[in-house]
């Protein structure tokens, strides 16, 4: 899928070369909800906590960094970019970030019932507790691969441009 999606878009991957392969969640259904959401163009943005991308040994992403989404049996399945990030605690979501994290009924009020949830859980999973304090990557992306789900202003612009003179 990556050697495709390089091949396609070179100068994407040029400007950001890294990528990872994760899923959404923290089950295998909740992944596979998740994909669902992202490849129904509901979901445009994720939240996690810095914690969990330390406790992983991974890096906080940057904009235009790229992962490879997968579902819950850890097949891949799209090539994510992310577009926006932003680091805060869980008091600073706001409704417009909920609706594009595409959950539930894309509400703030569920967006923070469901977060404090799940937050709990994997912290608790991980031997810590989780404090609405605790810094938290809000991150947007668009879905750049394959072309059948990508976002078009993503695929336009991530196009080689020197090709198309």
């Not at 295998?28 to 129904?40: F, G, I, P, T």
């Not at 992403?61 to 850890?74: E, L, M, Q």
């Not at 805060?88 to 923070?112: H, I, N, T």
């Not at 994997?122 to 691969?145: K, N, P």
Request: hydrophobic share 40%; aromatic share 10%.
């Amino acid at each position: 899928m990556w050697q495709d999606y390089a091949a396609a878009h070179p100068n994407a991957v040029a400007a950001c070369p890294e990528y990872t392969v994760e899923h959404f969640g923290d089950t295998r259904r909740l992944a596979d909800e998740l994909l669902a959401h992202v490849l129904s163009g509901r979901k445009r943005a994720t939240s996690e906590l810095v914690a969990d991308f330390l406790a992983r040994g991974d890096s906080v992403p940057r904009i235009g960094s790229h992962w490879i989404a997968c579902d819950g049996t850890g097949t891949p399945r799209i090539i994510l970019r992310t577009t926006e990030l932003r680091l805060g605690s869980f008091q600073s979501a706001d409704a417009a970030f909920a609706r594009d994290e595409g959950e539930d009924d894309q509400s703030l009020e569920s967006w923070q019932r469901e977060h404090r949830r799940y937050w709990a859980r994997v912290s608790a999973a991980r031997g810590r507790e989780w404090s609405e304090a605790d810094e938290i990557v809000f991150e947007r992306f668009t879905v750049v691969w394959p072309t059948r789900h990508a976002d078009l202003p993503q695929v336009l612009w991530s196009t080689d441009l020197a090709a198309r003179a």
